[in-house]
């Protein structure tokens, strides 16, 4: 298994890049509130219970029901993808960002600590949200048109070559743990282990018992409200950390999904066709990464690998890499951006084509940052790096960082407990969305007795899931 020390203790096999000291920043110290980066503006988009859709009741905490949730924005949150669509008429500069709801804990959510499954089961899945740049600054709509939430109720339809094995259609997406907008103007959302909701849910619904219908890559179109999210099967069916996606100069749609767990791997999809077509993710060759010294190498899988692609991996001897946790291609860069329990990893494809066999790969420097947990690129170049130890304190804030070249400069810190939720830049470049995820959430707090009341600080209003804004 690849781990961060073995990376680190063999610095003559794989070059790190960006490497930073002195010019690195201290990280903010832990508080019950969250900082800001000298020279920029904090601004709170959407929190926990927030509506969605135009539907929504208002939010309380002390109350809350399914139909509710289901129309409100999750307990957890995690930035998938940010959409920009074709400029409209009017010129006004818009996007759609969509947010990841993973996760729901009971003794967090709900009073008491009283579970509630079929709640929990309207609060996880993902928000799609619209957001428009008025007077300088991003706003969510307030009943957008693209606006809508996935829940475990969503109509899905299955397609590809397991298709008919577990039905032509499902209902629900479940634990959607990241995604990616795709050079197609699709977006992908990524399921994660359905066995970490399965057990929960049994008894809410027996669809969720066998599990069958989860664990897979969802597809939808961002911009069609309307539009039934497809779970394509030839991607295989077990828990994914997350995807990214990028289109190969031969014009296939080229795929990347890393496995969620101690010992993932990473898998990457080119379609038969071209990424154009509507099916395109329905037929193509499935591929493990390979690691060795400087170089990873794709291992085609055999036909049929879909089925059981964990397995076909050990099989074809692919890498294991340690609790993968996030994947972004950076087109400015034209590599895969690759974090997780060894770090932060760069793939650069041979020729610059993401269908090539073979990609060089590098670590980059991020020992001091702290528990790094996702990667993105800005306009300017900048790796945006988020960390999240899962609510473990300790004497630093988890940190949103901006890394170029050999400096590191904190941009956020989050409040007690929370975690970066990832972070992506706006079309204008002028401002970052980021998330504060899960606050308060420490080992043994509750919702009556939570680290921290942030953002609000008012008596008997719990900690919330964050959506910002960082404007200078």
Request: proline share 8%; glycine share 12%.
């Amino acid at each position: 298994m690849i781990r961060r020390r073995a990376l680190l203790a063999a610095p003559a096999l794989i070059p790190a890049l960006s490497p930073f000291g002195a010019a690195a920043q201290t990280a903010p110290a832990v508080a019950q509130d969250d900082t800001v980066g000298a020279g920029l503006r904090r601004g709170v988009l959407i929190r926990w219970g927030d509506r969605v859709t135009f539907d929504a009741p208002p939010f309380e905490p002390n109350h809350v029901d399914a139909e509710g949730a289901a129309a409100q924005f999750g307990w957890d949150a995690r930035i998938a993808a940010l959409i920009v669509p074709p400029m409209a008429a009017d010129g006004v500069t818009r996007a759609v960002l969509a947010v990841a709801h993973p996760t729901v804990e009971a003794a967090m959510a709900f009073p008491g600590g009283l579970d509630r499954p079929d709640v929990a089961m309207k609060m996880q899945g993902a928000s799609l949200l619209n957001l428009e740049l008025q007077g300088g600054r991003w706003i969510v709509v307030d009943g957008g048109f693209q606006s809508r939430r996935l829940t475990g109720n969503t109509l899905c339809r299955l397609s590809g070559p397991l298709a008919e094995r577990v039905g032509s259609s499902i209902q629900g997406v479940l634990g959607i743990r990241g995604g990616a907008a795709t050079p197609w103007a699709s977006l992908l959302l990524a399921e994660g282990d359905p066995a970490d909701w399965s057990n929960r849910l049994s008894g809410v619904d027996r669809r969720f018992q066998r599990g069958e219908g989860f664990g897979w890559l969802v597809e939808l179109d961002p911009l069609d409200p309307q539009s039934i999210p497809v779970k394509r099967t030839a991607l295989g069916r077990f828990g994914k950390a997350d995807a990214a996606a990028a289109q190969a100069r031969g014009g296939q749609a080229v795929v990347y999904v890393a496995e969620r767990g101690a010992g993932g791997y990473l898998f990457r999809f080119v379609s038969a066709g071209p990424a154009r077509d509507a099916d395109a993710l329905d037929r193509g060759t499935l591929s493990v990464a390979q690691w060795q010294a400087t170089r990873l190498t794709w291992l085609p899988l055999p036909e049929g690998a879909a089925s059981n692609p964990v397995e076909a991996a050990r099989a074809a001897n692919g890498t294991a890499f340690d609790a993968p946790s996030s994947l972004y291609w950076d087109p400015r860069g034209n590599r895969l951006l690759f974090t997780g329990g060894f770090g932060l990893l760069s793939f650069s494809p041979d020729g610059g084509d993401p269908a090539s066999p073979g990609m060089a790969g590098s670590m980059i420097n991020t020992q001091r940052l702290g528990a790094v947990q996702t990667a993105t690129s800005d306009s300017r170049g900048r790796l945006l790096i988020g960390t999240d130890t899962g609510g473990v304190v300790g004497p630093r804030a988890q940190t949103l960082w901006a890394l170029e070249g050999s400096s590191a400069t904190p941009l956020y810190g989050a409040a007690r407990a929370a975690g970066i939720g990832n972070a992506v830049a706006s079309p204008d470049g002028g401002t970052i969305f980021t998330v504060a995820r899960r606050p308060g959430a420490e080992p043994g707090a509750t919702f009556n007795r939570p680290a921290t009341r942030w953002p609000e600080f008012e008596p008997g209003m719990p900690p919330r899931s964050a959506l910002l804004s960082l404007a200078r």
